[in-house]
């Protein structure tokens, strides 16, 4: 048995079962001493203390190098082929660890800081190396169009059925963020009043899918809001409302995301019909369904345990 062999399982055994194993094999103390790490009087004292509390005696102490008594051979032909066995299914495990997937996910940015941390705490034990790459939904379906991700969280309609495959999570009421300031200080508004409240409307980036969402939910309805200010992350969309600088329709993962912010926003119903963000998993059709199955089931049960809950607790401080 070489000293790594030894040091790879001899935290199963108690000192005196791992002094005994060693120097039956050794049969001298100094090889046992270098294997073991340990002093020679130490080792002498263990198997001492062994033989004692077994009632048994082990080596044959009159002989040089130490031989085994009948019984003390017995013993340590079960405990050997208990070492063996130990040895083979620790082996297993090390190879079944290294043969762990690599899991590789994006997601919108205003679901990363929440929904993508609980992600990355529940799939580490069952990866062997696990990313997170977060973007805009048009980036993200282009990751997965590159394999540079497996999975992606986000918010749009326009995929490439024949490519992706998708599955839907959940949808999100959109609200209305305005400034805390003494005017916008009620709890409903018209399409009108928010027209002419003097300031502009904040909208997401072109090239994000709330872009696209809030784009196609306006023009539904023959609504122009005037516009010259456009951002791509939900923290600095809550920062400039913050300000007075423009008001906007938010998703309450944008809230959940930024609480500090959230508590320095008045928001509010936006008016009929409100809008909601569809959130759905997109994927290669190649990708392992085990993967998206589980990654699907953590997204929705967070959602419903997590995300929807805190939205209310921010309601309820309003």
Known sequence: MDKKQWSENSGFFSTGTQV?????????????????????????????????????????????????TSEGLNLY??????????????????????????????????????????????????????????????????????????????????????????????SEPSVLALPKEPRFEK??????????????????????????????????????LPNRIEVDDGGVMLKLICKGIGWSLVRPATLVQHPDLAAQVHFCKMPDPVMQREVILIFGKSVNPELVDTVETLSKSFYEAELSKEFKKILQQK
């Open 77 to 170: 032909n079960e405990l050997k082929y208990h070492f063996s066995s130990l040895n083979v299914r620790v082996q297993k495990l090390r190879q079944k660890n290294f043969l762990k997937p690599i899991i590789r996910i994006g997601i919108i940015e205003s679901l990363s800081r929440n929904l993508g941390v609980h992600l990355i705490e529940k799939l580490s034990p069952l990866s062997n190396e696990i990313s997170l790459l977060t973007g805009t939904s048009k980036r993200l379906i282009e990751l997965v169009k590159t394999q540079t991700v497996d999975i992606a969280i986000a918010c749009t309609k326009k995929i490439d059925e024949s490519f992706f495959a998708q599955k839907y999570l959940f």
């Open 187 to 224: 709890d409903f508004f018209t399409w009108e009043e928010l027209r002419f409240c003097g300031l502009p409307f904040l909208r997401y980036n072109r090239f994000s899918g709330g872009s696209e969402m809030t784009e196609n939910f306006l023009n539904s309805l023959f609504i122009h």
């Open 20 to 68: 005994f194993l060693v120097m039956a094999e050794c049969g001298n103390l100094s090889e046992a001493s270098s294997v073991l790490d340990m002093h020679p009087s130490t080792i002498s004292y263990h198997l001492s203390e062994l033989e004692k509390s077994l009632n048994l005696p082990l080596f044959d102490h009159s002989k040089r190098p130490l031989k085994l």
